[in-house]
C-alpha cells in the first residue's frame, strides 16, 4: 500500500465500505456506523469484528480509529467505528446523553452485526475509550456476545470528575447528565464480572482520567477467582489523555493484542 495514503485513504483502498444504521431508545432519528470488511472474501466466509465506540464528543473518523481499523482488516477483520449519539451523523441531544443511552447504543451495533452475512457472531470484540469505556464495560456485562474488550483511557470514577467537564460547544452548556449517570455504576465492578481477556492502556500523563483508575482496574481483575481470565494494562510513559504523538504505538499494541491474546483471530 502506498506510504502517502491518508489513513481513510488506505482503509478505503482496502476495504468494503457500508453503512450502518439503526434506532436506540426514544431517540427519534437513527444511529449511525461504518462497517468495513475485507475485500474478495469466499462465498460463506464470516470474520471477527470489532467495535469501536469513541469517548465524549469523538467520532467514527479519529485518526487513531483509522490507522486500527486499518491494520485489522488487513489481517482478516471487520471493524465497525460507530459516532455516539449527539455526534457524526448519529442523532440525539448531547447535553442529555447517559451512560446507560452509549450502553444501549453498543448492544443494538452488537445485534446488527450478529445479522450480518460476513461477521462472525461468536467473534466480536469491544474497543471503548474514556467515557466510552464505561459504557463499553457496562454493555460487556449486559451482553455475553462481547467476547474480548479493549479499553483505552476508561474511566472508572465518577466522584471525582469536575461537574463542568462534559462541555458543548463554546462551554456556555454542560452536560450534568453523564457524570450523574456515572456515578450510579460500579465500574470496577463491571470489569471484575467481565469473563473475557482485557488490555487496558493508559496515559501516565492522563491529567483527565487518572491513570490510577486502571491501575485499580487491574487489581480488581486480578484478584478473581477465575485465574484463566486474561488481563493486561499498559501505561505508556508521557501519553496523555488522548495519546496525542502516541497514536502508532496505541495501535500497534492493540492490534497486536486482538490479533494474538483475544483469542477471535
Known sequence: MA?????GQELFQLSERQEIEFKVGKISGPMFGVLNCPKNLA???RVPCLIDFPGWKGDRKGKKRLLLATR???AGWAVLRLDPPGTGFSDGNPLKVTLGLYASVIQRALTA???HPVIDAQRLALLGTSVGGSAAMM???RDP?????VLWAPRSDYRDTPPNLYWVGNRSQINPALRQSGLRYDFYGQAERFKGPLLVLHGADDKIVPPEQSAKLLRVRNSTDNPKVKTALICLEEAGHTFADFEGEVVSITAAWLLKESGLA
Do not use: S
Open 139 to 141: 454493555a460487556a456485562n
Open 72 to 74: 485489522l482488516i488487513e
Open 3 to 7: 506510504k502517502h495514503l491518508k489513513p
Open 145 to 149: 456476545r462481547v467476547k474480548a474488550m
Open 43 to 45: 462465498p460463506g466466509q
Open 113 to 115: 452485526l450478529a445479522k
